[in-house]
């Protein structure tokens, strides 16, 4: 067990430096974000030893290779252009999922707005004036002298009631 840590000791100091030089190489601008360097880092590791070495048997099978630092800088490559893959896809589904929300929320302004006018139309002129002067006013702007309690009870009893039988429909 003592030969295999001693062996990847040895892999890593080879391997870690091209490695790492190919993922900022790939990333770009991206690259000053030490955490995404290093989690990329290890994915490409992991990679090496998922599948029971599957990676590093293709490596020794290939005889016509540069070297082991190239073949892991290669696979660095791959890693980080998958990452940039990924995220360029999440920030599209997040960018039509975020139009889709603005556009659903216009839609419905604008059902409620034509569902506003059709329920509207079905109030007479003096339920129209109570709802518009004392129901969708701001409470500042409402003159209670204007009507008597009573009247004001009567006509908002009969907008609450159409607008009760409007939502039904």
Known sequence: MEGHER????????????????????LGRRAADRSLIEE?????????VNGKFRLLERYRADVSSNGLASYVAGIARVEGLRYLRSEHVRRQREADA???RRRRAEDGDAML???MDKFLATLSPRERYFYENFLAALPQDVDKNDLTQ????????RVRRKLTDFLKE
Do not use: F, K
């Open 7 to 26: 062996a990847w000791v040895e892999l890593h100091r080879r391997c870690q430096p091209r490695m790492l030089a190919s993922i900022r190489s790939t």
């Open 40 to 48: 990329i880092a290890a994915r490409v590791w992991y990679s090496l």
């Open 98 to 100: 975020e139009a889709g």
């Open 113 to 115: 707005s034509l569902d």
């Open 150 to 157: 009573s009247n004001r009870w009567q006509l908002g009893h």
